[in-house]
Nanobody, 116 residues
Framework: QVQLVESGGGLVQPGGSLRLSCAAS????????MNWYRQAPGKERELVAS???????NYIDSVKGRFAISRDNAKNTVYLQMNSLKPEDTAVYYC??????????WGQGTQVTVSS
């Protein structure tokens, strides 16, 4: 029943911005931690940003100060605002949460390409 659907990815020049969205359903969104991961070809999937149900946030060092995670509980949506994008930010970005038994749920991913 859990469904996560990412959108907002695309091609952007270095220094540009994108806003990713993740529409969630199948669980009580406001009670869940939400996460954004990313995976570049040939690399491990890495946690980029997290937001708790109390709006505490955390970021990987490489995006700190450039990315901002937020949530709109009325819309069951989590966002990732990405500013000052760099080529090394190029990856597929995935929305994530955990369900019963700490199982991971993933969206289908949205491609972010930062290139001139």
């Amino acid at each position: 029943q859990v469904q996560l659907v990412e959108s907002g990815g695309g091609l952007v020049q270095p220094g540009g911005s994108l806003r990713l969205s993740c529409a969630a359903s199948g669980f009580i969104f406001r009670n869940k931690h939400m996460n954004w991961y990313r995976q570049a070809p040939g690399k491990e999937r890495e946690l980029v940003a997290s937001i708790t149900r109390t709006d505490n946030t955390n970021y990987i060092d490489s995006v700190k100060g450039r990315f901002a995670i937020s949530r709109d509980n009325a819309k069951n949506t989590v966002y990732l605002q990405m500013n000052s994008l760099k080529p090394e930010d190029t990856a597929v970005y995935y929305c994530n949460t955990k369900g019963l038994g700490s199982i991971n749920y993933w969206g289908q991913g949205t491609q972010v390409t930062v290139s001139s």
